[in-house]
């Protein structure tokens, strides 16, 4: 059996926040990181790690609320990792996935795991909307998160756009979803 490549995937929420303490010291083939939110699994370097992940290749990732948010998509995502033979390694929950052993207890952890990590971003959704509707009887304005882009940026992806650069470049190149991208070119 041929020893594969150790990928690491690096998620952190914000472009401020430090990605770097998240697979520290552990020891990397390649990594992808992505600035984005977890809520669902449409993120650029993701899907690329995704794409470049091969057989007997081992996808490392922090921990499992890094890889999806919820539990439906982490287990999907490690089911069809494994049938491609490709192990896949939770560093903070010490658990490994693999298609060539059958592991129900760290199934049974990984879904209960899953779950948890599901169930506090429920919980942090609903403190957010309580607190808005809290600002908004009180009659503070409400006027949500930051933008990801300042106007000045905005203006400068539109004219790299239009000299062709990808969208996913412009995203890794400003730290930002790839959404946020096609929201600065939709929007004028």
Known sequence: MSEG???GYVRVSTVDQNSERQLDGVALDKVF?????G???KRPHLQLALDYLREDDSLIVHSMDRLARNA????RMVRELTS???SVEFVKERLTFSGNRDDPMGNLM????????QFERALIRERQREGIALAKAKGNVYKGRKPSLTKAQIAEVRQRAAKG???VGL????GVARQTIYNALRHP
Do not use: C, P, Y
Request: glycine share 6%; charged share 30%.
């Open 5 to 7: 490549q150790r990928i």
């Open 33 to 37: 990181t992505d600035k984005a939110s």
């Open 39 to 41: 809520k669902d699994t």
């Open 72 to 75: 439906e998509d982490l287990l």
């Open 84 to 86: 491609r033979g490709v």
């Open 110 to 117: 990984m879904t209960m795991l899953a779950g948890v990590a």
């Open 165 to 167: 650069e990808s969208k």
């Open 171 to 174: 995203a890794a190149s400003f």
